[in-house]
């Protein structure tokens, strides 16, 4: 009576083949999650750019004059929540005139407004 099973060389081809597959797919999960980061992270400053600019409208301020993600964030203000970097970074308001700007905004993060 002869049972059929597999053989080792075919179970190995079978773990080769897997092995070079997850090879190539990994790197890319990893990119895509990289891309995601720095996508999100931006914009969430558009968001703190956008609620700064309504600030700045109805308080009347100047271009020079400084916003505080406390003016920004909060229950009853321009952003319900305070925004957080996905990658870790930490965000600044800057002055009114300036764009906000990420921590992780210089290489290889590149988490900056265009």
């Known amino acids: 009576m ?3 099973a597999f053989t080792l060389v075919e179970v190995m081809i079978v773990v080769l083949i897997v092995a070079v597959l997850s090879g190539i797919a990994i790197p890319n999960f ?3 999650r990289t891309t995601a980061r720095q996508k999100t992270c931006i914009n969430n400053m ?3 750019e956008s ?3 309504q600030w700045a409208m109805d308080k009347k ?10 003016d920004l964030a909060g229950m009853g203000n321009y952003l319900h929540n305070t925004p957080v970097c996905p990658g870790g970074g930490t965000y600044s308001v800057n002055t009114v005139a300036a764009q906000p700007s990420c921590s992780l905004s210089a290489a290889p993060e590149f988490h900056a407004l265009p």
Do not use: H, L, P, Y
Request: charged content about 35%; proline content about 0%; some cysteine.
């Open 2 to 4: 002869k049972t059929r």
């Open 46 to 48: 558009k968001q703190i």
């Open 51 to 53: 609620a700064k600019e």
């Open 30 to 32: 990893i990119k895509t």
């Open 61 to 70: 301020k100047a271009a020079g004059d400084a916003c505080a993600m406390s």
